[in-house]
């Protein structure tokens, strides 16, 4: 039996976050074994952002373990502490952006269904991200660069 730890601090950050995203992550549900749930343990660094702000198509949960984070969501914004869950629903009602505005460090855990692909898509940049699991496949796009037809270059 395997048994990560939610108050480690062995953080995998990645180099290629910009400054202001640079939060580190424990894949708790990962490193526990989980296929049905995606368990994970964000470190906010005073001033740093867990992500853009963003909607899914899979219920997602939040709660925080240390510190006090800022929650955007659709009905404006929100201080968060210690102990706090929120609940992000499927689609646009359950946008969210979480920062960490004071000068500690936060923690929080988040999880959802380990669906994929995983479908977001970000309101303030115009943009949709697919990832299916598989690296090659994954795909962000602007909105404004349209659909292609069905049959685009199939003939």
Request: proline content about 8%; aromatic content about 10%.
């Amino acid at each position: 039996m395997t048994r990560p730890n939610i108050f480690s601090d062995e953080f995998e950050y990645d180099d290629e976050d910009p400054p202001g995203f640079r939060a580190g992550t424990l894949r708790v549900g990962k490193d526990a074994g989980a296929e049905e749930l995606a368990v994970k343990v964000y470190g906010l660094p005073a001033g740093e952002k867990l992500c853009p702000y963003h909607y899914e198509y899979e219920e997602e949960w939040l709660i925080v373990l240390d510190g006090t984070v800022e929650l955007r969501a659709p009905d404006g914004e929100h201080k968060l502490g210690r102990g706090d869950v929120v609940r992000f629903p499927r689609g646009p009602d359950g946008a969210h952006a979480v920062a960490n505005y004071s000068d500690s460090p936060a923690r929080v855990l988040m999880f959802s269904s380990a669906q994929e692909p995983q479908v977001a898509v970000y309101p303030d940049s115009d943009k949709i991200g697919v990832f299916p699991g598989i690296e090659a496949d994954t795909l962000m796009v602007k909105r404004a660069d349209g659909n292609v037809g069905y049959y685009e270059g199939e003939t």
